[in-house]
């Protein structure tokens, strides 16, 4: 069964940093495009980032442009996000997927077919 599992959320302020972490199990990731979204209250799903497999290539959001990092440890079968300069406007629910047997950068989230159950960031002014 395969399974993404985030943690690293938390309530922060304005200008503060989180990491976020996703460990995969139950199938190995390596190989695929793995990406992080969010979902505001009352908002659709968007895009965050995302890595090819050995994270060569990276796309943002320009929302998040020069303020997150996105990574991955395939060892680990992981993919990390380390958002810096966090605004209240990054206040989400923040979810790893993966693009299985994506090999491509894609903002999509239909393109996406694991995905993990989500971490609350919550950022005050």
């Known amino acids: 069964q395969v399974q993404l599992v985030e943690s690293g959320g938390g309530l922060v302020q304005a200008g503060a940093s989180l990491r976020l972490s996703c460990a995969g199990s139950?199938?190995?990731?390596?190989?695929?495009?793995m990406a992080w979204f969010r979902q505001a209250p009352g908002k659709e799903r968007e895009f965050v980032a995302a890595t090819t497999w050995n994270g060569g290539r990276t796309s943002y959001a320009d929302s998040v442009k020069g303020r997150f990092t996105i990574s991955r440890d395939n060892a680990k079968n992981a993919v990390y996000l380390q958002m810096n300069s966090l605004k209240p406007e990054d206040t989400a629910v923040y979810y790893c997927?993966?693009?299985?047997?994506?090999?491509?950068?894609?903002?999509?989230?239909?393109?996406?077919?694991?995905w993990g159950q989500g971490t609350q960031v919550t950022v005050s002014s």
């Open positions: 139950g199938r190995t990731f390596s190989s695929y495009t």
């Open positions: 997927a993966v693009d299985f047997p994506g090999h491509i950068l894609t903002a999509r989230a239909d393109e996406y077919d694991y």
